[in-house]
């Protein structure tokens, strides 16, 4: 919203992990979990996905019982990662910070999803006044990748650029930082220097 209402100060938008839609989302997970399901012959996988795709998506209840099911599937980098980070945070920040983040995180849950369920960006920004650069990874199923690409195809701007993370999950520019790196300079460093008075505008997750 900022880059689209006010894009005077940028020098362009860079997307990772790029949401598109809270529907799209649960969608894309489905699908995927399906997939898992059957590949492993997980009958019990398969009856829990019936019962979300029963559930109300405007009450945000598919949402969360997806995302249980998510975080026990995700790609294996992913699932490194968080792994990694989990065991590191509380001996870095302390185990009196490391408990008030994670209730700030289940904090920002309850109060910004609800303001997202209803968020169609494909839809409501699909024009930009500047450059557009979305560095994803290939395997990310928290935005999913294919949800995300679709939403990029469907985007106006003076310029695009998509690039994909081969073997990449969400935390891309964690688990592949140098390529991460390598892709955010080949995309956005010449927009950057051509207008030196504006910074490129970095959107995280």
Do not use: C
């Not at 997939?35 to 029963?54: F, P, R, S, Y």
């Not at 010449?190 to 207008?195: E, F, G, H, R, S």
């Amino acid at each position: 919203e900022m880059v689209r209402h006010a894009p005077q100060p940028f020098a362009a938008y860079v997307g990772t992990g790029q949401f598109a839609s809270v529907e799209g989302t649960v969608g894309a997970q489905l699908t995927y979990l399906r997939k898992v399901a059957e590949a492993n012959g997980d009958a019990d996988l398969t009856t829990k996905l019936d019962d979300i795709e029963k559930l109300d998506p405007h009450g945000l209840e598919q949402f969360f019982a997806i995302n249980r099911l998510i975080n026990s599937h995700v790609p294996a980098v992913d699932a490194a990662w968080t792994k990694d980070l989990q065991s590191r945070a509380p001996k870095m920040m302390g185990q009196k910070d490391f408990a008030a983040w994670q209730a700030g995180a289940r904090a920002s849950v309850g109060w910004l999803l609800p303001q997202v369920r209803d968020v169609d960006l494909p839809s409501t920004a699909a024009r930009f006044e500047l450059p557009y650069i979305v560095i994803q990874g290939s395997d990310d199923i928290f935005s999913p990748t294919g949800v995300a690409t679709a939403y990029f195809k469907k985007v106006q701007a003076p310029t695009k650029k998509l690039v994909v993370v081969k073997g990449a999950g969400h935390f891309a520019l964690f688990t592949h930082a140098q390529q991460f790196l390598s892709a955010l300079l080949r995309a956005a460093r010449p927009l950057a220097l051509a207008q030196p008075a504006h910074p490129v505008a970095p959107v995280g997750q």
